[in-house]
């Protein structure tokens, strides 16, 4: 009889899992395996992501016992566990689905070369992206650094189907115990979310049939539920890229009217493939910015604004609602994260760094490619980054995209009773209109931590010395 492990990691689904396909195919028994790694000097997961995983791997234990494999879950380093369970169990192979960080990527190594001196083989697959980030390349064999281009090479590209779920062999009883400690606030992100594979299959179904139409023109309204909310699915491999990359298409055979629509949805899919990209071309995107230049900005040391923009309590009720959804739920909206990051890197000039590491603790989604990518694209050093002279307002761009006011009322409840005229901006409210709806500046909700025009000028100073823009 011989005998497989399966080595799971961002890729916590049954279907269209090559490791465990392939395992299940050539092997007689597999056993399933998650190790949590923070002990090997990769970032460890935040907070919010931690909650989510720990209830997405109980979630994968029940059906891959299903199918007769158990999971197990380890803490510790992945180069002493792995050769260790794979010899305890007397497996024949290891296998796993690839991942593109560069630490990542050379612990893997070391942990292949280990096994197969140990006479086990080991095998990586390809499973977590649309296309191998080394396959997409310009006419000159070079990796891409602007989206555009970028996404019409992958697009022309045939895109892998997905591989069915292995085959049940026998059934399992099953007991997980992980050790996750619960963040003191996981019980709330939990009335947000479902969570595992059978769910974020649904949710795309979901979206498909009910949303996409109004994608294209919705999703940059934070009020309007017309996004996939499939992040954090994603970003545990619940679902994969190649999956909703094909049912997708499906989707545009049945229903041809609304093939542009789905593609727009694709094209913001293929961001993920392009972080992935970065990640796995650039050195530690998390920590160095992709623009040389940007490595001579100096950033301001502003521990109370940056607490402020943490806690939602800027006094700028998009920035404010934003940051308070992502407390709450461990999400927020894409425009969203956008004005919130322009907001600390321009307005405030506090280092992108500082807000990155504040969403990855905070968000079920955080992404070690999309969280960086993004950081670095908002705040300008980043590939086919916003130029630096494009500073959100965000006043401006919450009359535009929340222009009721019914994304900053639902998070920033004490200015609920505001007219919409002053709504995005209480600061600008005569002081009737405030004292008629209970607003007190400085009391209950506070005053602006910063002016917007003087900061947008500090900001193009900065970055202008920085020959930002040439
Ligand atoms: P949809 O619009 O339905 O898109 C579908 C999928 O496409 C997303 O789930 C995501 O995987 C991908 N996608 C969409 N937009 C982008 C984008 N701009 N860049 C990369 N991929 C994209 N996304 C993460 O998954 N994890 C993160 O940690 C993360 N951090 C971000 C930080 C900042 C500062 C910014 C500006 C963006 C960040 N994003 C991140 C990208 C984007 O905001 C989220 O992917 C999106 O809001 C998720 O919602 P959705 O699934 O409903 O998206």
Redesign the pocket.
Known sequence: MSTALVWLRNDLRLADNPALFTASKQHDRVVALYVDEADDGLRPTGAAARWWLHESLENLARSLAEIGIALKVEAGKSRDILPAEARGLEAAAVHWNRRYGPKERALDADIKEDLRTQGIAAHSHPGNVLAEPWTVETGQGRPYSVFTPFWKTLRGMDIEHPSPAPKGKAKRSIKVDNGYKQPHWAGKLGQHWSIGEGAAQERLAE?LDESVAG?PEG?DFPARPV?????PH??FGEISARQIWHTAHAFIHAHPGKAGAVDK?LS??A??D??YHQLYHRDDIARVPMQAKFKGLHWRHAPAQLRAWQTGMTGIPIVDAGMRELWETG????RV??L??SFLTKNLLVDWRQ??HW??DC?V???EA??P???Q??AGSGLDAAPYFRIFNPVTQGERFDVTGDYVRRWVPELASLPDKFIQKPFEAPAEALSKTGVKLGDTYPEPIADLKQTRQRALDAFADLGAND
């Open positions: 979206f994608y999703r996004t996939s909310r499939l992040s994603l970003r949805f913001e899919l961001w993920r392009f972080s999400y927020m909206h894409n994260r956008m919130t990051a807000g990155e969403f990855w968000l989604d955080a992404d999309n969280n990518a993004s950081w694209w908002v």
